[in-house]
């Protein structure tokens, strides 16, 4: 070498070196209190998701990196019975919150909210987040009945971090955190919330409070926003609102949620703003981690720093599945969290297995997309009495009470195993759980024949357009969860699948001519537009949700406070046991020499006497592992 050697020369960057280092962002979405691999429902312990099988994930994306901080992106708090029957009042447990307890044991740097965690009201959800040793943001979310309110929690949250470079030398950062959630929890949590809070848009607050974080210093700023992705056009109110709030400058990662998706996935639909290939949201780095732990979100953001200054040059988005597709088999749970999960597992157990009554017939979901399901009946019935006990004495006392409910597990993203299943004999709080999944309360609504078949339309809208003729044609829209199907107890009815839709998913009239419920009666005699009954129901439908309307006040003659399991608890205990199957409320208009498929779980091959129909032939097993039946209709 000689002295001319231009490396030799002290370059700019030396003087003032260009730092660079990775912060690993991990995260987990609505875990809807799946923790143990445990199915409370079956009384199983093969669950192929939950929290514990992340947390071995979770300890391995820790082991290969530098810098890492783990985030909860809300729908954490509700979804089984350790949540929804434990962490209850009057249940007994007088320990944490289960979920607050793993999450604690697993060190998460903060967590924001999703709607879910507003089911059992605000006292209940402050009570659980006092156990938490880390902040809780969301920014979207006033107190009282006007804004401008208080923020509920702290809207953002500045964590100061000492980040190792690629020598190895610490340097701080701040990372500015900031949570969102759909404001439509005032809409289905209306009863529980009313006149408590106002949620603001999302997309507006963000716009606002990302240059004011900025200000105060983050270097970073990263979206915990419990809202998916819907490539339709902005609105305002907008529930899956991920895409406009990664477009906002100054946002450098979303971890987004609530519609259970897996971004980015392995062939996923590249479409306007949504890049599966880059792993980016209208251009920022982004992830979805499924939901019940089936996945877990890891965001590697390649950092320089040059004058202070902290900036993404480059970053890499991954969502870990539990269980690849191809093996099937999921990483084993952490025992360590299965540990500090025993005491709360074992006091579960023994609430779920008070007996409640029994049961003369097997009360499944395998076939409630296809016949009328004695299960969803025992939902229906349950209402149905509970609102005559309540409008006894009332003006509306002598209308003709009916009763909607759909079925609640029917497979679809909740995978094969997702569906009700309860053997005929005695009858526990655990099977309570599993007919009625959802902490709703009762609704009695005063409603037209007309609003009655109009009600169905909106119901029917989850099976497609079957040509007559046609053979092994799928069934159900596979976009639309099957729990939008209600049935009306107290009437009978057909479904005409020649005709399309009448109804989008969202509500929208798609085709005013189309009518697909036919023969609607009542007690043996045609509905007529204007007669006048009321329907018991949830509150989460009488909001609106989905195809849904939303009803007005005026239409609202009940509201009842206990939820609804417990209804159904009062109902099995009171009737003794619920009997064998009755006259099916609907049928499909019968279309000769025309067949459909619908995927269902295997566990129908073991349910007596579903599939010994002449009309159904088992066609095997999917590549997803549902059953797939063909269906003469
Ligand atoms: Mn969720
Ligand atoms: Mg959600």
Redesign the pocket.
Known sequence: MTSHDPSLKPSPQAQTPTVRATLRLLATT?L?ANLLPYDYYADKGDQPYGLARTATLIRAARAEAENVMLFDNG?ALQGTPLSDITAQTGSGWTGAHPVITAMNHLGYDAAGL?N?EFNFGLGWLMQALTAARFPVTCANILTGPEAPGRPLLPPYLMLSRQIADSHGRRHPLTLGVLGLVPTQITVWDTYHLAGQLTAQDMVQTARRLVPQMRREGADLILMLAHTGIDAGPDHPGMENAALPLAALPGVNAIIA??S?QVFPEDGGVRQAGVDPEAGTLSGTPAVMAG?RGSHLGVLDLNLVRQHGKWQVQSHRAEARAVASARSHAPVPPDPALGAALRVAHDATLALISRPVGHSAAPLHTYLAMAECSAAVRVVTRAQRVALRRALAGTVHEGLPILSASPPFKTGGRGGPQHFTDIPAGPLSLRHAADLCGFPNTLCGLRLSGADLRDWLERAAVCFRQITPGGTDQMLCDPDIPGHVFDLIDGLSYRIDLSVPPRYTAAGMLADPDARRIRDLCHDGRPVKDGAMFVLATNSYRASGAGPYRAWPATTLVYQGRTIMRDLVVDHLQSTGTVQGPSAPIWRFTPMPGTSVLLDTGPGVRQAPGALDHVDITDLGQTDCGFARLRLAL
């Open positions: 609505d809807h729908d999703g879910h949620g609530h259970h939901f």
